[in-house]
């Protein structure tokens, strides 16, 4: 098997994509010219911007957007207040249907928002009649300017529910909806929307956050005007907390609905492990906004090579394949341990590990200083591995499993007098340095 004929077309809720690459419904899926362009870059599909009827009219703030770097790094997170669509809804639908006459092979997912149950169904309907083959709906903006609309939908769930029901009265399209993470248990939601009649999940949509605040003004970014708010926290910093969600709606039996996963994707191995976790299709915005729609060549090369390697024909067979192994924490086997294990053949003897196991570990190095180099006194080593998280060089420190009959120095060991009854003394003082 080559790479290259790795077919990665994937059915989602019945609809087929070329692959499971989405643009996510945001600034980069706003109109049909740069929807158009993303699909001559490789994209297989778009979640469109989110429509709504116009009878509510959309100003975005300004300015709508605020980066969150950290150190070197660019736009580790973004912040943004931008409302959906503002474009007449008409013009939006056209676009739908230029899409859908010149771009046939490629499916139109429509984001819609209504204000009330019938304005939900009017853009709904209207989406559906001008080419969408299928719905997101948006229950999971996190700063709406219109009251009581986006994630206070998500997070109300029986309104969810009810909305849900109500656009699947009037389309015959695949319908999705969108989770915010402004929640504790996303598996609530998500059950409502199945039981308003949802078709499929998208998560997530953006954690509501502050980026930064300005330290002259005291005014939290994006300034809009001297004022600033919680609002949409996305990126590369949210993507751990997004899968969680996938894999927990992925665990959750009685869910049993395809899942297009969202946050943090910028990667062929941000893909995979969405994929891995549950997730059918990805949908991508700030790594776009960073880098452009061709980072889709990126994932589409890595993971056809990624399949052939492994041998794997078909995207659906790595769908979930991480669940079985994701387990909770009480089920870890805590008889078999370890430590850290040095390879001071290839220490450039900069120190950092002795820093960090001293300050934040288990005081379990000594240092060398003549020869500049880390000496690890075994039995004290707490097998955090923080060092290795530290270290330079790449391969020096690894985790070693060590013999059952292997001790730490410290572990705690239950007194087995205490087991039932809980008993304490009061300690003399004591002289830390004996
Ligand atoms: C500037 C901006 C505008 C967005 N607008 C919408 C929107 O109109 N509808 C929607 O469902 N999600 C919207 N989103 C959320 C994204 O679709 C996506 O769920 C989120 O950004 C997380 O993915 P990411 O980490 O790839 O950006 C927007 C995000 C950004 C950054």
């Not at 989405?22 to 994209?43: D, H, K, R, T």
């Not at 019938?118 to 853009?123: A, C, S």
């Not at 656009?167 to 504790?184: D, E, F, L, S, Y």
Request: charged content about 25%; hydrophobic content about 40%; some cysteine.
């Amino acid at each position: 098997m080559t790479a290259k004929n790795i077919d990665l077309s994937v059915d989602f809720a019945g609809v087929k994509f070329k692959n499971p690459f989405l643009l996510s419904s945001s600034p980069v899926s706003n109109s049909a010219e740069m929807v158009a362009q993303s699909f001559e870059a490789g994209w297989g599909g778009v979640v469109f911007k989110t429509l709504a009827s116009g009878r509510w009219p959309i100003v975005h703030p300004s300015p709508r957007m605020n980066p969150y770097h950290y150190g070197s790094t660019k736009m580790m997170g973004l912040q943004n207040v931008e409302q959906i669509s503002d474009r007449p809804l008409k013009d939006n639908l056209l676009d739908l249907l230029y899409l859908k006459k010149n771009y046939p092979d490629h499916p139109i997912v429509a984001s819609v928002m209504g204000f009330s149950t019938e304005d939900w169904q009017y853009v709904a309907k209207a989406a559906e009649d001008n080419g969408a083959d299928m719905l997101e709906l948006n229950f999971s903006c996190p700063h709406m300017t219109i009251e009581g609309s986006g994630h206070k939908v998500g997070q109300a769930f029986p309104l969810l529910e009810g909305f849900t029901e109500a656009v699947k009265k009037v389309v015959k399209i695949p319908v999705m909806a969108k989770m915010t993470p402004n929640i504790t248990d996303i598996t609530e939601p998500a059950m409502f929307a199945k039981k308003g009649g949802a078709d499929a999940i998208s998560a997530v949509n953006t954690f509501r956050g502050i980026s930064e605040i300005g330290r002259d003004d005291w005014i939290p970014k994006p300034n809009i005007f001297g004022v600033g708010a919680e609002s949409g926290y996305s990126g590369p910093a949210v993507k751990p907390v997004a899968l969680h969600f996938i894999a927990d709606m992925a665990k959750c039996k009685g869910l049993g609905l395809p899942l297009s996963g969202i946050g943090g994707i910028e990667t062929w191995v941000d893909v995979l492990e969405y994929l891995l976790v549950g997730a059918t299709t990805i949908q991508v915005t700030t790594g776009i906004i960073h880098y452009g729609y061709r980072i889709v060549e990126d994932m589409a090369e890595g993971l056809r090579d990624y399949m052939a390697s492994k041998g794997i024909n078909e995207v659906t067979d790595l769908i979930g394949k991480a669940l079985p192994n994701l387990k909770e924490t009480d089920h870890f086997d805590l008889e078999r341990q370890g430590r850290a294990e040095y390879n001071y053949d290839i220490c450039i003897g900069c120190g950092q590990c002795y820093i960090v196991c001293n300050d934040a570990a288990g005081q379990a190095l000594e240092w060398e200083a003549e020869k500049r180099r880390p000496k690890l006194i075994e039995d004290k080593c707490l097998s955090c591995m923080v060092c290795s998280f530290v270290c330079p060089v790449p391969g020096l420190i690894t985790f070693k499993e060590m013999p059952k009959q292997w001790q730490r120095n410290e572990t705690a060991v239950m007194d087995p007098s205490l087991e039932k009854e809980l008993k304490y003394e009061r300690f003399e003082e004591v002289d830390l340095k004996t």
